[in-house]
């Protein structure tokens, strides 16, 4: 007689998701969570702020996108169909949220001696690579701002023949005042303290929150990034970009807009502003952010030395598996803290997970157990529960330690057939689906290629002359030609394949 297993039907995405519920999601705009519910049949538009492209995305901008990562996934997880937005804001972003300072793709520009459009080109590349090393499932569309200005001229005309517009000596404004509902995502009083109200702010503003649609090109000086419009010769305002891209491949209505806290109050609100002043209709029904990382207890800053990228991490040996499950351990909602030490034991903690992987593949054992059985159904249905209510990671990883643990003693007391740990397995790789952390590749025997051990010797030559800027180099090829990771210890060099595949 067959011992009587986990039916394959429940142990499943559908199975689990059945026994779990639905999935739950803070919406920032009524601030309460609210069961996803798509505007039609399986399907979710969902659009995200992407990086502004004249720098490396620091670890702070990576954890958003982590954060948009899982969410596709639960809600993919959940059987719905996701339709993922990302927008490359190459144009238009100024240093000041006041509509003043200066366009930071220029910034860019002068500080390597590059065009605006050089400095897009490399710094989108080099951000869609670190998005691939997380293992972040890319966005259907990635759409850029310059390739969208006509949609953005007509959108700045639909505004204008509302009576939403007035031109000022530097740019066509958005009147905030003719709004009805003005700021109500970040709950903002209008005639209040603005956040976009500065000293410094343009003295033609009718209102201090009234932002920038089209911004002239500076008299007497060429832009290497301009346009012509029916204003005059300039660029797009940078929150424009976002409601003409997000529009035209989701409809005027959509389902989730999400991107990180700091974008409430100005460039979400002006957004809405824009977009429901243009449709007439609602924008986006669901908002949803994720809080701000900061690092060793202070803001990232270049000053201070802390403007932490994917590099910086990997440089010192680290997986960016291990940054992926740092930034898992706390719930998107709330702050946090980057430190070394967490991410030493980040590292430590995804380590037994892969161990754990590996063990339960080669495990024989010809007794079975209900009680095993029924363990493993129990935490598939906890683990998505968790994940389920709005995204509760830590909850979930503590479900999977606590699977780990379980599983273990029961191994230990010869209670799990050979059948049954393939059976947590698949459950690993269940959950894999949503935490993204390539646990599959656990169980891939690594061989180092010739050319590989070459360079590695070619680097401990390096080093031990001192030239570690070549040493570093050589470890970035090792990392991105053959996905091989090294780490330095006092017993010398160790290598092991990294969890992304090489790019
Ligand atoms: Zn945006």
């Known amino acids: 007689m067959r011992p009587m297993g986990v039916r394959s039907a429940t142990l499943s995405a559908p199975g689990l998701v059945h026994k779990a519920g639905p999935v739950r999601i803070f919406n920032t705009l009524t601030r309460r969570k609210e069961v996803v519910k798509p505007l039609k049949d399986k399907r979710l538009g969902m659009y995200a702020c992407g990086l502004t492209v004249y720098d490396f995305a620091h670890i702070g901008n990576l954890r958003t996108y982590v954060f948009e990562d899982v969410l596709r996934r639960v809600l993919e997880f959940n059987g719905f169909k996701v339709k993922h937005v990302m927008n490359i804001t190459d144009v238009g972003h100024l240093t000041s949220d006041a509509d003043t300072g200066e366009d930071k793709m220029e910034l860019g520009a002068r500080r390597e001696r590059k065009t605006a459009w050089e400095i897009s080109e490399r710094y989108a590349k080099l951000f869609l690579q670190d998005e691939a090393m997380l ?6 569309i990635i759409p850029k701002a310059t390739d969208h200005i006509g949609e953005m001229i007509k959108l700045i005309r639909l505004l204008e023949k509302k009576g939403y517009t007035y031109v000022t000596d530097d740019g066509v404004y958005f009147d905030t005042s003719k709004s009805r509902g003005y700021g109500k995502l970040a709950r903002l009083k209008l005639g209040g303290m603005m956040p976009g109200a500065r000293i410094e ?11 920038a649609l089209w911004k002239f090109s500076p008299k007497g000086s060429k832009r290497d990034m301009e346009w012509n419009s029916p204003w005059g010769v300039g660029f797009p305002g940078w929150h424009l970009e976002c409601s003409a891209m997000s529009m035209k491949y989701l409809g005027k209505t959509f389902d989730i807009h999400c991107g990180g806290i700091d974008h409430i109050p100005i460039h979400h609100t002006n957004e809405i502003a824009q977009s429901e002043g243009a449709t007439g209709k609602k924008f986006v029904n669901y908002w949803v952010h994720a809080a701000h990382l900061i690092v060793e207890g202070k803001r990232m800053a270049k000053s201070l030395g802390n403007f932490y990228t994917l590099s910086t991490i990997t440089d010192k040996g680290y997986d960016p598996m291990s ?10 909602r709330r702050e946090l803290n980057f430190t070394y030490e967490a991410l030493d034991a980040a590292r430590n903690a995804i380590e037994s997970v892969q161990e754990f ?17 029924a363990m493993i159904l129990h935490t598939g249905v906890r683990f998505v529960k968790a994940m389920n209510d709005d995204l509760d990671t830590p909850e979930a990883l503590a479900v999977l330690f606590r699977f780990i643990g379980e599983m273990n003693r029961f191994m230990d007391e010869d209670l799990v057939s050979k059948a049954d740990a393939k ?15 390539n646990l599959k590749r656990s169980l891939e025997k690594a061989v180092l290629p010739e050319r590989a051990k070459e360079l590695i010797e070619e680097r401990e030559r390096a080093r031990k002359i001192g030239d570690y800027a070549h040493a570093d180099a050589i470890r970035r090829r090792l990392r991105d030609e053959f996905g091989v990771a090294l780490e330095d210890t006092p017993q010398g060099v160790k290598w092991k394949k990294s969890q992304v595949p090489a790019s």
């Open 135 to 140: 293992n972040i499932e890319k966005p259907q």
């Open 201 to 211: 702010a343009n003295p033609q503003k009718r209102n201090p929150s009234d932002f």
């Open 323 to 332: 940054l992926r499950f740092f930034y898992l351990q706390a719930h998107y």
């Open 357 to 373: 992987v590996r063990k339960l593949n080669e495990h024989e054992g010809p007794k079975s157990d209900t009680r095993v059985q």
């Open 423 to 437: 059976t947590a397995l698949k459950l690993m790789f269940l959950f894999d689906r949503i935490l993204g952390l």
